[in-house]
């Protein structure tokens, strides 16, 4: 059986370093803030919002939750938007996705300033990313690096295939593993021969939203397998994209869900509040 990834474990060492940052940055009359707006009221977008506020409290970052009616119009929150750009308080802002049909998603994450676009998601930091000079990542990618880097799995020259071709996941994670020097291949639901691609990568990377799509013919021995899928089963269960219990045998490191990718996303959002106040006040 291959070892598991234990994401809760690392993200609880990394926040305990972050906290520590705080800490010094208190000594120079400066705390970290964030703010993130909730539109509606999506239960996984709750739970998600929930889970980032413990964290911020945890670390001692300034954290605030504004909550607006899924009826807001899309003028309304690119004012809130402005607002909290002009806000010298909060250095990073977040808002949570998915967003009600009414508004554009697109024109709701220009309008964040880029230096407090914790996310990573906005198109200059993204643009960064690609061309090779990172500033903000988004975070699950960069937790998933971070995985890595704590595991000792090296990247260089390996056949990595990504399932999903996200703008937060996907695409970002291909260009973080290609600075690492692996061979990258995105794939997604409409690729043909999908399994037999599988079979042949060292890594695979699972982020297409489908409870336990990937099975033990996807899988090369030996592979790594990291699965960001969050999926409720018939029984209310959490699942993710990969059937962990069938797959672990043949992994040489897998991450489970629960307790996997998800709170290091949580982490490096955290990590890049942080990030973001350092660059705002102290010019780094």
Request: aromatic share 4%.
């Amino acid at each position: 059986m291959g070892t598991i990834i234990n994401g809760k474990d690392l993200a609880e060492k990394l926040q305990h370093d972050i906290a520590k940052e705080v800490k010094e940055l208190e000594k120079t009359a400066l705390r970290p803030g964030l703010v993130v707006l909730l539109v509606g009221d999506n239960s996984a977008s709750q739970t998600y919002v929930k889970n980032k506020q413990l964290a911020a409290q945890r670390i001692g970052i300034h954290s605030k939750v504004m909550r607006y009616p899924e009826t807001i119009s899309e003028t309304e929150l690119l004012e809130e938007i402005t607002f909290f750009n002009q806000a010298d308080e909060y250095h990073g802002i977040l808002v949570q996705l998915p967003l009600p049909k009414h508004i554009d998603e697109e024109k709701v994450l220009l309008a964040i300033d880029p230096i407090k676009d914790v996310d990573g998601f906005h198109p200059m930091n993204l643009g960064r990313l690609f061309a090779g000079v990172p500033h903000t990542i988004p975070c699950t990618p960069y937790g998933i690096m971070k995985m890595f880097e704590a595991y000792d799995i090296s990247l260089s020259g390996k056949r990595a295939l990504i399932i999903g071709r996200s703008n937060i996941v996907g695409k970002p994670m291909a260009h973080l593993m290609l600075a690492e020097d692996a061979t990258v291949t995105i794939a997604h639901s409409k690729t043909v021969n999908l399994h037999e691609l599988a079979r042949e990568a060292d890594i695979l990377i699972v982020a297409i939203g489908q409870g336990h799509f990937v099975t033990s013919d996807f899988i090369k021995p030996g592979a790594v397998v990291i699965d960001v899928g969050m999926n409720r089963n018939e029984e209310g269960k959490l699942i993710g994209d990969v059937n962990f219990d069938e797959v672990k045998s043949l992994t040489s490191f897998i991450t489970p869900v629960p307790r996997g990718v998800g709170p290091m996303t949580i982490t490096m959002l955290m990590q890049q509040t942080v990030e973001a106040c350092r660059r705002q006040k102290l010019g780094e």
